[in-house]
C-alpha cells in the first residue's frame, strides 16, 4: 500500500490505545511514529500488580465477552496468554449480557448468612428493570433523567402490587438487596451513584457473548507482547505533555507542536490524544492550543468518569462458601434503596457492596476482592492501609458474626489519585447521547476546515460509541484513529498517482 511513511506522528499515552495505535501505524509502514508516556510504564489503566506470591491485577480485570468479535481476546489467544477453559467454544457462546452468574453468598448487617432465595424476588425486579432501562435509547424516549430514579420509582409501583402479600419484613429485605445491586452498578458503570447515569444513553453500552475471563499471568502481559512488535526506543517515558498546539499556532513547518513539560517541543504532522477522560476533564483547558471546539468541550462535560476501586484481602482460611463465586453485603437499614452514604467519613465502607473470589484457589489461596465506586471510594484512598484493613476487618466480623476473622494482609487500588487517570474509566452522564460520543471522537480541525485534515485525533475508552469502559473500546478506538491515518494516506498518494497519469 503505498502511504505517506514519513508523515510525522505522536501519540500521547501508553496505554492499550495508544500502543494499539502505534501497532497498527508501524505495521502499515509509517517509521516516523512516537510515543510520549506521562509515567514510567506501559499499560495505563491495565496494571498488575503483586500481593504476596500471587498476581493481582490493580486494573482492569477482566476481558468483557470474550469470542471471536473481541480483539482483546483475539490477541491474548495468540499470544498464549488464557486458560484451556476460556478458550472452549462453550465459554464463547455463553451470553451473560454483562452480568456473570456467579454463585453469591449473601450476609446481612445483623451476622445472618442468607439464601439466595431470601432476595430472589429483589433480583428478579432489578434485572427486568436494568433491562428495561436499556431499552430506552431505542425508542428514544427518557421518562426519568438517570437510571437511579427510573429503578427507585418503579421498584417503588411493582413492590406495591407484586409484593403486596409478603410481610414486613422480607419486603425490606428485598429493598435492601435493591441497594446492594444499585452499589454493584455503580462499581460496573465507574459512578458514584445511578443518579449520575444518564437513563437515554445507558442503553448505548453494548455487550458480546462469552463468559468474562482473566489473565492468569497478568493483563499486562498483553502490554508485554504488543510492545515487542514495536521497534526499541519508540516511547518516552516521564515524559508529561503540556500543551498541544494546533492549526500551526507555533507558525512552523509542521501543522502540530507537542509541547512537554521539560520544555522539549515535539513537530508532528498528527498527534493521537489517548489520555483519560478523567484527565481530559480536568486539564482540557490548558492542553490545547487552540482550545477545543465547544460541542467537544461540552460533550467532555457531560460524559461522565468516576472512579471503582479494588481492595484484595487474603485470609489463612476461607469463610465462604467452597462454590462461592462472589458475596454480597446486605445493610438492613438500607431500605430506601440508596447507593450512597450520608456521611462519607463515618461509613464509607457501606459503599463496598461486597467481594469477588480468586478462583482457582489452589493459584491464589484465600483471597477476595472487594469493590467500591464513587466519592466513598476516592475518601478510602487517603486512609492509610492500617484504617482501611481496620474497617475491612470490624465489616466482615460484623456480617459473619464471628469475632475472630482477622485478614492476613490487604492491597488497594488509589486511582482517583493517580494524576494522569483521575478515576477508572466512563458511563454516560445525565444529559448523554450518542451524539457526545461521536463528539468525542471526532478529529480537529472539523472537516469544514481549509487546514490540513487530521492534526489531532482522539481515542482511549471513553471515546468509543459502543464499548467505552473497556480494554477492547480502548484498543479498537487505537485502531479506528491509526486506520483513519492510514487510509487518508493511501487515498492521497491514489490521487497523486492519478493526477500523474493524466
Known amino acids: 500500500m503505498a502511504v505517506n511513511v514519513n508523515a ?56 468483557h465477552g470474550p469470542c471471536e468479535e473481541n480483539p482483546v481476546f483475539c490477541l491474548a489467544r495468540q499470544y498464549g496468554l488464557l486458560d484451556p477453559e476460556a478458550l ?47 431499552e430506552f435509547h431505542i425508542r428514544g424516549e427518557e421518562p426519568w433523567t438517570n437510571v437511579g430514579d427510573f429503578i427507585r420509582s418503579e421498584v417503588q409501583q411493582r413492590a406495591a402490587e407484586k409484593w403486596k402479600d409478603i410481610d414486613a419484613a422480607t419486603r425490606s429485605l428485598q429493598l435492601c438487596a435493591i441497594s446492594n445491586m444499585l452499589k454493584v452498578e455503580c462499581s460496573v458503570n465507574g459512578a458514584h451513584s445511578m443518579d449520575e447515569v444518564g437513563l437515554g444513553a445507558s442503553g448505548l453500552y453494548k455487550t458480546l457473548p462469552g463468559l468474562d475471563c482473566t489473565f492468569p499471568r497478568g493483563y499486562e502481559g498483553l502490554i508485554k507482547n504488543l510492545m515487542s512488535g514495536l521497534p526499541s526506543g519508540l516511547v518516552t517515558y516521564n515524559q508529561p505533555v503540556r500543551c498541544v498546539h494546533w492549526n500551526n499556532t507555533e507558525k512552523r513547518e509542521n501543522p502540530v507542536t507537542v509541547e512537554c513539560d521539560n520544555g522539549e517541543r515535539i513537530a508532528a504532522d498528527h498527534v493521537i490524544v489517548t489520555v483519560p477522560l478523567g484527565y481530559l476533564k480536568k486539564h482540557q483547558s490548558t492542553l490545547f492550543r487552540p482550545p477545543l471546539p465547544l460541542h467537544k468541550l461540552h460533550s467532555i462535560q457531560r460524559l461522565g468518569f468516576g472512579t471503582n476501586n479494588k481492595i484484595f484481602v487474603e485470609f489463612d482460611s476461607p469463610w465462604w462458601d467452597t462454590d462461592c463465586e462472589v458475596i454480597q453485603l446486605l445493610w438492613e437499614d438500607e431500605d430506601a434503596m440508596v447507593d450512597q452514604v450520608p456521611d462519607v467519613q ?26 467500591i465506586a464513587g466519592h466513598e471510594s476516592e475518601y478510602m484512598e487517603t486512609l492509610s492501609e492500617q484504617e482501611v484493613t481496620h474497617t475491612v476487618t470490624q465489616l ?61 485525533l482522539f481515542a482511549g475508552e471513553a471515546t468509543h460509541p459502543c464499548y467505552y469502559s473497556t480494554v477492547h473500546g480502548a484498543l479498537l478506538t487505537g485502531w479506528r484513529e491509526a486506520d483513519r491515518l492510514i487510509s487518508h494516506y493511501s487515498s492521497s498518494s491514489q490521487s497523486e498517482l492519478s493526477k500523474s497519469k493524466l
Open 396 to 456: 466482615i466480623r460484623r456480617f459473619t458474626g464471628n469475632p475472630t476473622i482477622t485478614p492476613r494482609r490487604i492491597l488497594r487500588s488509589q486511582w482517583f489519585h493517580d494524576a494522569w487517570t483521575r478515576g477508572s474509566y466512563s458511563h454516560p452522564g445525565k444529559g448523554c447521547s450518542v451524539q457526545d460520543l461521536q463528539n468525542m471522537m471526532e478529529p480537529l480541525p472539523a472537516k469544514r476546515s481549509k487546514s490540513q485534515p487530521l492534526q489531532v
Open 88 to 134: 472452549t467454544p462453550e465459554n464463547q457462546a455463553m451470553d451473560v449480557g454483562g452480568h456473570p452468574p456467579w454463585v453469591p453468598n449473601i450476609f446481612s448487617s445483623s451476622g445472618r448468612k442468607l439464601k439466595a432465595e431470601d432476595v430472589y424476588r429483589a433480583v428478579e425486579m432489578f434485572a427486568e428493570l436494568l433491562h428495561e432501562s436499556s
Open 8 to 63: 510525522k506522528i505522536v501519540i500521547i499515552g501508553c496505554g492499550i490505545s495508544g500502543v494499539a495505535a502505534a501497532h497498527r501505524l508501524v505495521k502499515a509502514g509509517f517509521h516516523n511514529v512516537r510515543i510520549v508516556e506521562a509515567t514510567a510504564r506501559s499499560g495505563g489503566r491495565i496494571k498488575t500488580g503483586r500481593f504476596g506470591d500471587i498476581i493481582v491485577e490493580i486494573g482492569a480485570n477482566w476481558i
Open 346 to 371: 463515618r461509613s464509607w465502607i457501606k459503599k463496598l457492596f461486597g467481594f469477588t473470589v480468586l478462583k482457582p484457589t489452589e493459584r491464589y489461596g484465600h483471597v477476595l476482592c472487594g469493590w
